[in-house]
Nanobody, 123 residues
Framework: QLQLVESGGGLVQPGGTLRLSCAVSGSGLDYYHIGWFRQAPGKEHEGVSCIRSSDDSTYYADSVKGRFTISRDNAKNTVYLQMNSLKPEDTAVYYC????????????????WGQGTQVTVSS
């Protein structure tokens, strides 16, 4: 069983940056890829990015490609999401999750996820 704890959300102006962190603990990590999805009010949840456990290759949704970067520190069991050039439409609760697949359908077969962290982009 995995536990995921997010941190790093907050209020930022358009064009600003934030870095989210996801601390991962527990057993069974080898069966999952870790990533981020977001949920905005009145919208479907969107898989944002994931990083494959096998080779650290990554996937990004078109809406964030070129602005967000996912990475991980294996020594700290932590996955990061660096968010640059933030836009008001990035406002959402961001969740860290574990899914056995990492690709365009990431986040549709989540086995575990955290409690979420609010990101608000507003002037």
């Amino acid at each position: 069983q995995l536990q995921l704890v997010e941190s790093g959300g907050g209020l930022v102006q358009p064009g600003g940056t934030l870095r989210l962190s996801c601390a991962v603990s527990g057993s069974g990590l080898d069966y999952y890829h870790i990533g981020w999805f977001r949920q905005a009010p009145g919208k479907e949840h969107e898989g944002v990015s994931c990083i494959r456990s096998s080779d650290d290759s990554t996937y990004y949704a078109d809406s964030v490609k070129g602005r967000f970067t996912i990475s991980r520190d294996n020594a700290k069991n932590t996955v990061y999401l660096q968010m640059n050039s933030l836009k008001p439409e990035d406002t959402a609760v961001y969740y860290c999750g574990a899914d056995p697949r990492c690709g365009p359908d990431w986040g549709t077969r989540l086995g575990y996820w955290g409690q979420g962290t609010q990101v608000t982009v507003s002037s």
